[in-house]
């Protein structure tokens, strides 16, 4: 799990999810993401309230996606990183926004 740093006032800090998808497509698109100049992301680890939670195979190990970048961010590098969330999107599921 990539540890979340604290976003500074001149960044956008976002968490995206798509419930059933595997751990390994997370990662794929946390290591495409990071190809984006700019762009800091990690992967936010389910956690099981209690202990004895069984494993679910139609659920994901992971919880969500965490995505930080400048809000000044070029516009080219802005279009990517949102081609790189809806090629992703549109191949698996559509991404689903958390808000805190």
């Known amino acids: 799990m990539m540890r979340s740093q604290l976003p ?18 997370y990662r794929e698109v946390a290591a495409h ?3 984006v100049v700019g762009v800091k992301t990690g992967l ?15 659920q994901s190990q992971i919880a969500a996606l965490w995505l930080e970048y400048p809000q000044n961010i070029d516009n080219q ?18 991404w689903e926004t958390i808000t805190d």
């Open 8 to 25: 500074t006032a001149n960044t956008i800090k976002t968490h995206v999810t798509c419930p059933q998808l595997p751990l390994t497509v």
């Open 33 to 35: 993401l990071r190809q």
């Open 44 to 58: 936010i680890v389910r956690s099981s309230d209690s202990g004895s939670e069984k494993f679910d195979y139609t």
């Open 77 to 94: 590098q802005k279009k990517r990183l949102d081609e790189i969330l809806d090629y992703y999107g549109q191949r698996y599921r559509p």
